[in-house]
């Protein structure tokens, strides 16, 4: 079975912090990817990448950076959080070969910015 | 890009009723997904299925990509069946776009 971890369930940090949010995925995927899910908007996508040292911007990349050093590992910086960042961030790894392209999540992190 | 829609929006069903969600979408696209996002927010995969039909227990899926549209059918629902289901299209190259989801309560 794929799975995909991230870091934390919940955390709370400050306005202006540098925040981490890390993600490992143990299927030997090429692609990954960040989303963020509000209510009313639904899920948006952030960044992803499809190879160690790629990224590419998704839809709201604005606020956000990130770092793939490895194919397991897609980390989410936040550089400096701020309270309309506050959400639940959701990661996924997809399979990409043969044409056939699922999606798996992680369970995802609530994010608080006080 | 494309859109996606799903209805109903809202579904309240008692504990053993059958159930049948829609997700529609307004291009052509190679990739269709299914999930269950339950209570605590983790979403589970249910169906990958750009085409044909699928079945999995109580759960079945169909997807006629000519028309747009895919199905998922809930048979005996259960209070663990509660949550929101969302459906998630995409094409290649391009990123999937996720619907608004159908958010499903069973009562017992």
């Known amino acids: 079975d794929v799975k995909v971890t991230q870091s934390s369930r919940y955390l709370v940090k400050r306005t202006g912090e540098k925040v981490f949010l890390e993600c490992v995925q143990d299927?030997?995927?090429?692609?990954m990817f960040w989303y963020r899910q509000d209510p009313g908007l639904g899920l948006r996508l952030i960044y992803f990448?499809?190879?160690?040292?790629?990224?590419e911007k998704g839809d709201i990349p604005e606020g956000y950076s990130v770092s793939r050093e490895k194919k397991e590992r897609f980390s989410l910086i936040l550089e400096s959080a701020s309270t309309n960042q506050t959400s639940m961030y959701l990661c996924?790894?997809?399979?990409f070969g043969q044409g056939y392209y699922e999606q798996y999540f992680g369970p995802g992190t609530r994010l608080t910015v006080t | 890009g494309i859109q996606v829609e799903q209805s109903p929006p809202d579904l309240i069903l008692q504990e053993g009723a059958n159930s049948t969600l829609r997700c529609n979408f307004s291009?052509?696209?190679?990739?269709l997904q299914w999930f269950h996002q339950n209570p605590w927010g983790q979403l589970i995969n249910l169906f990958y299925?750009?085409?044909g039909t699928k079945q999995n227990g109580r759960l079945s899926a169909t997807t006629v990509a000519t028309e747009r549209y895919s199905l998922l059918y809930i048979s005996s629902s259960q209070t663990t069946d509660s949550g929101v289901y969302f459906c998630a299209v995409g094409s290649y190259g391009q990123n999937f776009v996720f619907g608004p989801g159908t958010r499903l309560s069973v009562l017992p």
């Open positions: 299925i750009p085409s």
């Open positions: 291009d052509s696209v190679n990739n």
């Open positions: 996924a790894s997809q399979d």
């Open positions: 299927m030997d995927h090429e692609n």
């Open positions: 990448s499809y190879d160690v040292k790629m990224k």
